[in-house]
């Protein structure tokens, strides 16, 4: 893509109605403009981020087993009537009156939804367990929206649901979901770390919110240093095998939100106590048969006994990830984008657009690049230098390639990387070599 | 794939709601749910094919230099305030206050909205020209929805918009829009015949319908038949060239709806007139500056003048799309689906599942097939041959390899094409070489 051409609006003005780092870099960069409070149109930039995240999002769950499926954001009802949910739900919820004066609502979730179309064609334990899924937008009318799309009111959210038997296989799919949660962070190129959370009225201690490290994050966590440290599983998980030693793994150390600090247990950690600021971008639940039941969800066993489902829900924020991102990876020039969820891998700087040795350069780079699969943004614009690699370090491509008059000259052009801001003069075809080499990077857990 | 995991609830009986045979295969091969009036949950077969057409019109859209954002469904009130639509718009426009009272909508199109973002930034002639688009869910409140996702009220539509400073140059975005629409459908396997359509009150003879011929077609069309025998162009087709020459050869016949039909101009063609049955999938249209005067969207030309942009719309139906394909492609049996977005490319019915030969022979042709990134469904259910057949034939993918003990005991398998019938009894390694040749099969306009 050539920027002389690409709509991306930076600035350089900071935005007056941005609070936090993510949501000023997001409007500075171009990535969104607001539409009414807590809804975001996704300009060109931004939107190719959402879709690396939702890619992301979509291989894992797709990798542990689960079925991707779509429900619409126009709910029933009728449906939250039947679940009891309709009224508690407050203010929250959009609810809608369509030409029919027929009762609507945007669904701020759907486990009523999911339970009426599982339980509609599934009527034997034969065909369980299953664990299905969509990324669709949803709303929740938050009173007072704030921090861009990390709590907007339309966002876009995976969320899974999982139907089993009996407790031991409910527990089975909430394992695969709680590793496969951990690969999708890792390969977005976060830190999450699981910490358990309120499960509220149901009880039991199935549920966990999995929560980043970013130093600007919205609320304070407590953990044990071994959580930080350790490493995620590989592509090479199997997820049909027994995954409750990795559980473990994750589960045996303390780990603690705000809300459920405790000193005593927290003080017992000594020096290996981590404080830090976190984000909660996932939320694994189960359960059990609290929708099942209300909404007459049963399989027949195999001795012909009625069997309620037991449901686990699993939520992804998907937009608020993109601004999660940010949080944990920028700094004072802008963002600093993971290789996996970059807007582009490569950002060209041609130093003196209009030169014939510059551009014929920039276009052999940009062709080639292009022609390996590599997703290049060139800076053709006739403006100052100054001004170019301001946006660029702005909108935080992994790479940039520097190409001026004189080091062109003699055949070499300038590589930087965004993170470490190390730069290094070398030729072009070893820059393209470089770029091309390193295409498949993105830590320990990229497929 | 294994059918024995994959939700895929198929069913013999035709559903009484279905009027059309698009509504009726869609629901029998477990493709869609309804939701409620006109609103559909998408299941896992049914979503696979929605979004291989959602990847081939952004493809295209792509190629044609377009560029892909996204705006949010719900929509403030006030946009359609200043462009004058909103009290206009009727019972279709699902209205909706918000919890602090304000006026919202569910966006039936995105004119307002995108003259808005694009007015906001865009200031000078030299960003100019420039056509964005995206493809979201929009929300039409049909007073009788029917027709499956044919004619629902929550579709998914991509929308894009052009910008230009005159009528030539808004010209060139049209031609471009109208040559990127026929490489679109081609690729879905579709015959589309560009038709001149109405242009409302703004005049001119800027607007064109896509029109696919389906025996079963919701309306008819009438056409030269040179339209029906000549070819689109293919991928080296160059956006940034002349496109004018291209456009005339498809509207220099003569090509009417049934609302434009002129009884002595068909007559006319003698011999060469087409009668057929068409399902309107695309529409292209330029309106000038109808927008953009009303919602104050100029640039600064050269000698620092006001330009109103000159603008235009173009939309494809993407949702509708799907059951537009199988309207078109079928047959007593089922769907047809064309090798582009065929949920899977492969359907291997295992006829003895439980024999450890033919058990084997299915997992390793569909390890290969998966392997080169073959999408395969494996069916290997417990149930009597002739179910399997049926439901194989009924979700209509391009290929099917049987596997049964006889054949097996030599190492042969049946390859069978479903769109011809045509069956082969092949070695397995033959079988295998077929297919994963003829993976880019897709007619002259594939990529």
């Known amino acids: 893509m050539r920027l002389s051409t690409f709509f991306m609006p930076t600035s350089r003005d900071d935005p007056a109605e941005a609070q936090i780092v993510s949501h000023r870099l997001m409007l500075r960069a171009g990535m969104i403009r607001q539409a009414s409070a807590g809804i975001y149109s996704w300009l060109p930039l931004g939107y190719r981020v959402l879709r690396n995240v939702e890619r992301i999002v979509r291989e894992e769950q797709d990798r542990a087993g689960c079925q991707e499926m779509l429900m619409p954001t126009i709910q029933s009802a009728d449906l939250w009537r039947e679940s009891g949910r309709y009224e508690g739900y407050g203010k929250e919820m959009l609810r809608i009156e369509d030409r029919h004066g027929r009762d609507m609502l945007y669904g701020p979730t759907n486990e009523e939804q999911i339970t009426e179309i599982f339980s509609h064609y599934i009527k034997s334990y034969r065909e369980i367990p299953k664990i299905l899924y969509h990324i669709q937008w949803k709303f929740r009318d938050e009173v007072r929206p704030r921090f861009g799309v990390m709590r907007g009111r339309e966002f876009l959210m995976k969320d899974g649901y999982s139907f089993d038997l009996d407790y031991e296989g409910a527990r089975r799919s909430y394992n695969k979901m709680f590793v496969s949660y951990l690969r999708t962070f890792a390969r977005l190129g ?215 008059p004189r080091g062109i000259g003699n055949g070499s052009v300038e590589l930087k990387r965004r993170d470490t801001g190390a730069r290094e003069e070398v030729s072009i075809d070893s820059a393209l070599s470089r770029l091309t080499e390193s295409a498949g990077a993105g830590g320990p857990a990229a497929s």
Chains 1, 2 share one sequence.
């Open 190 to 404: 976060l830190k999450a770390i699981p910490m358990e959370a309120d499960t509220g009225p149901i009880g039991g201690d199935l549920s966990h919110e999995f929560i980043i490290l970013a130093g600007t994050g919205e609320s304070e966590v407590y953990c044990h240093r071994a959580l930080i440290e350790q490493d995620v599983l590989g592509t090479d998980v199997d997820y049909d095998g027994d995954l409750a030693p990795e559980v473990a793994r994750w589960t045996e150390h303390y780990a603690a939100t705000d809300e459920k600090f405790d000193e005593s247990e927290a003080a017992a950690l000594g020096d290996d106590l981590v404080r830090a600021r976190g984000i909660e971008v996932g939320h694994i639940f189960y359960f059990g048969t609290k929708y099942s039941k209300t909404m007459n969800a049963a399989v027949r066993g195999p001795d012909d006994e009625e069997i309620f489902l037991e449901m686990g829900s699993y939520g992804i924020g998907v937009s608020r990830l993109v601004g999660a991102i940010i949080e944990a990876s920028h700094d004072d020039d802008g963002i600093v984008w993971p290789d996996t969820v970059a807007p582009f891998r490569v950002g060209v700087i041609n130093l003196k657009a209009g030169d014939p040795k510059c551009d014929d350069a920039c276009d052999s780079i940009y062709r080639t690049l292009r022609g390996t699969g590599c997703e290049t943004l060139v800076d053709d614009r006739t403006l100052r230098a100054g001004a170019k690699f301001a946006d660029m370090d702005l909108i935080g491509l992994p790479w940039q390639v520097i190409v001026g």
